[in-house]
């Protein structure tokens, strides 16, 4: 099968927004997106998901691993959860990109304690793996239907384990039942102050190897994933026109200061910036 993109997998209607930078939301509540951006599209920033991409048109080059990376149509961007990266036009004339965000937690439930998959480079030029994200990213002007987004989660999870190598590899000794009941014990205590020894007693996994346990299944650590939930939550409180010292202290921050850093860090923006991306969009 080629890597050449089909035109027919790619919908791109008229109704875009001319060559300025723009950022587009995907119907449904899958976070899904397209933009458009000329010179730098965002600075170094990292988040606790997979973002995996089409570039559309143009060249998108990003640093990833400390190393400029291109890539161009037909090829799938797998960006793995916490590493950092930037984005930029890789010529003159800009580039056009769709992503999806995916929380490790999903891949984990399908492979079921096996390492996240780790797509050396972050681009990818598997040909089964393109074809399961068309599914995905094909059509960004319709929410996609419940079913097809959790079949499609399942093929991809399985493409992504090939294509990373890791689908030859046996099973290391990770303890996959604490590793999870510490994630939903993060997602459901999300105003709490927790620390590891909190995380040890509801497992009963010592509080180093869980560490490493978490890492290795969910791609982030224990804080970061917590943090990161805490910015989900400041985000949809933000689209409702919430003052940003309310926000950070409905989300367990220590001060409003203290969530621009971490939403900086993450999404590669300050809350204001991220907020007006929408605004023009």
């Not at 119907?27 to 997979?50: K, L, Q």
Request: charge should be neutral.
């Amino acid at each position: 099968m080629s890597n050449k993109v089909n035109k027919s997998e790619v919908k791109v209607p008229s109704n875009r927004p001319p060559k300025s930078n723009w950022v587009i939301q995907a119907p449904g509540e899958i976070e899904r997106i397209e933009a458009f951006f000329s010179g730098v599209g965002f600075v170094p920033h990292r988040h606790d998901t997979y973002a995996i991409g089409w570039t559309v048109s143009g060249v998108q080059s990003f640093d990833y691993r400390g190393v400029a990376r291109y890539s161009l149509p037909g090829r799938t961007v797998v960006l793995h959860p916490d590493e950092k990266h930037d984005g930029r036009a890789g010529t003159d004339v800009g580039f056009q990109y769709r992503v999806i965000y995916i929380e490790p937690a999903t891949i984990q439930s399908i492979l079921g304690g096996k390492p996240l998959p780790f797509i050396e480079g972050g681009i990818s030029l598997d040909p089964q793996l393109y074809q399961v994200t068309s599914r995905l990213l094909g059509d960004l002007d319709n929410a996609l239907d419940p079913l097809e987004y959790q079949d499609t989660i399942y093929d991809l999870a399985n493409a992504l384990d090939v294509a990373s190598g890791s689908g030859c590899e046996g099973r290391k000794n990770f303890d996959y039942q604490a590793a999870s009941l510490a994630q939903q014990f993060l997602a459901d205590n999300l105003h709490q102050n927790i620390t590891l020894d909190d995380l040890e007693r509801i497992t009963g996994r010592d509080r180093w190897k869980l560490s490493r346990d978490f890492s290795a299944l969910y791609g982030t650590s224990p804080y970061r994933y917590l943090v990161m939930r805490r910015l989900e939550q400041a985000c949809a409180m933000m689209v409702r026109d919430h003052p940003l010292s309310q926000v950070a202290m409905a989300c367990n921050f220590a001060d409003q200061s203290h969530m621009n850093r971490h939403f900086k860090k993450t999404y590669g923006m300050t809350p204001k910036q991220w907020l007006k991306t929408l605004g023009d969009a």
